[in-house]
């Protein structure tokens, strides 16, 4: 089992930046695809990036080029990187720790999320 906290949401104008951290405790971060979703108010929860156990990165196609996942093992933490923010990416963002086979990403185990608020 893993436990999963998130930090790093706040209050962001658009076209601002934010880092997302999730740090990771109770089990081998390393085995873990690495996961980050976000739900906005009225909408179901969708899936914005994934990060392999050997590094390989996936993004929702809206995401592309605006953020950048990544992980380190040794501190078992993995980040979302947030560029050029719109008030649409205004929601709670939430880590996750699953499984990656058949080119698709299983969620596992949920950290209990963070706000984004992109808003001028």
């Known amino acids: 089992q893993v436990q999963l906290v998130e930090s790093g949401g706040g209050l962001v104008q658009p076209g601002g930046s934010l880092r997302l951290s999730c740090a990771a405790s109770?089990?081998?971060?390393?085995?873990?695809?690495m996961g980050w979703y976000r739900q906005a108010p009225g909408k179901q929860r969708e899936l914005v990036a994934f990060?392999?156990?050997?590094?390989?990165?996936n993004y929702a196609d809206s995401m592309k080029g605006r953020f950048t996942i990544s992980r380190d093992n040794a501190k078992n933490t993995v980040y979302l990187q947030m560029n050029s923010l719109k008030p649409e990416d205004t929601a709670v963002y939430y880590c996750n720790a699953g499984a990656y086979y058949s080119a698709t990403y299983s969620p596992g185990y949920w950290g209990q999320g963070t706000q984004v608020t992109v808003s001028s």
């Open positions: 109770g089990s081998s971060f390393s085995i873990y695809a």
């Open positions: 990060i392999t156990t050997d590094g390989s990165t």
